[in-house]
């Protein structure tokens, strides 16, 4: 089964960035799409970026952070959540799903998660 590892998750201040990673080791992700979300504590889990498909487009089906990016390395096997101008409110656990067909950024329709990684923005 797909296990998918998330890290680069930290403290950063308002206006900073960070970038998140999404890492498999037994798969290839390419043969997946990718979504990245997130839950903020007593909030519901909700989409954080587009999508990427398998050959590195992306599709956007909702209204998305247009501060954050998502972006495919194919060699490293990673997908990344590049996220800028990082505000308060974006503080909250970051998690990667994957799934094999495309999907709406609905997250019970997703089949693969990862344990998610904790993202602070605070002065």
């Known amino acids: 089964q797909l296990q998918l590892v998330e890290s680069g998750g930290g403290l950063v201040q308002p206006g900073g960035s960070l970038r998140l990673a999404c890492a498999a080791s037994e798969f290839r992700l390419d043969y997946y799409v990718i979504g990245w979300f997130r839950q903020a504590p007593g909030q519901e889990r909700e989409g954080a970026s587009c999508?990427?498909?398998?050959?590195?487009?992306?599709y956007c089906p909702d209204p998305v952070k247009g501060r954050f990016n998502i972006s495919r390395d194919n060699a490293k096997n990673t997908v990344y959540l590049q996220m800028n101008d990082l505000k308060t409110e974006d503080k909250a656990v970051y998690y990667c799903a994957a799934d094999t067909v495309l999907k709406p950024l609905v997250p019970r329709l997703w089949a693969y998660w990862g344990q998610g990684t904790q993202v602070t923005v605070s002065s």
């Open positions: 999508v990427s498909k398998s050959d590195g487009s992306t």
